[in-house]
């Protein structure tokens, strides 16, 4: 435990969790702002850092996060990354308790945690997935309706049930048709918060962009603060993650069953 730790106020014994943002400048305008997220000196784990599918890992003590006493190792590590993108994403509409929210991809490993994150929140879950399982699912998870978004009309039965489109949506796959749709469905005044990340542009209705005034914003992951309110709601059995378990020498599998959409939820690799 070096003087890092000692700044960051940790002590040997604290159980932390490492996110994504392994570390970052704290000094450019985005740091000394909270928008860390944003430091053009990041340094990302299992990515520029290593270690993310090991048995050990490296982590800047001035970054990482107190995982609460009730919450087990296995219950955060999804929301460290998934359960925290989706929140912010959710926070970056600016949608208010009793408003509506949509949530593409809601039955996937994000989806299923920022429905919970809504629901906690007090907004009115609207989800939008493929296929009628998925669509169950996301109402088992708190969605008060849920469309398929390949309907040929799911842009007119969200706009109808919300009486004119949602007050924030969020887009979580990475697939520009879903980028469209969820414009579309925006209400007037709206915003609508891009994360997932497909290659190339997306058609966007300019003309209705303008006319509506709506906001349209990119989200990746969230701050230390966001992880600390991201892990308190599931302190507080409010968000609970779709967990599997597997060994280390499961992960190649486990990458190529995810590639291929055979993954509800997320797989927690436990040492």
Known sequence: MGHNAEKS???????????????????????????????????????????????????????VVKIPSNVSFTEAAPILCAGVTGYKAIKETEARPGEFISIFGGAGGLGHLAIQYAKAMGLRVIALDVGQKNLDYCKKLGAEFAVDATHADAEKLVLDYTGGGSHGVVVLPPNPSAFKLGVNITRARGTVTFVGLPPGPFECPIIDVVLKR??????????????????????????????????????????????????????????
């Open 9 to 63: 106020g940790l002590v040997v014994g604290d159980r932390v969790g490492v996110p994504w943002i392994n570390s970052t400048c704290h000094n450019c305008e985005f740091c000394i702002s909270g928008w860390e997220t944003l430091c053009p000196n990041q340094k990302q784990s299992g990515f520029s850092i290593t270690g993310a599918m090991a048995e050990f890992a490296l982590a800047s003590a001035n970054s």
């Open 214 to 271: 709506v906001t349209m914003r990119g989200s990746i992951v969230g701050s230390r603060k966001d992880l600390q309110e991201a892990l308190d709601f599931s302190s507080r059995g409010l968000v609970k993650c779709n967990i599997e378990t597997a060994p280390l020498d499961d992960v190649d599998k486990i990458i190529d069953r995810l590639r291929h959409g055979k993954v509800q939820g997320r797989v927690v690799i436990e040492m």
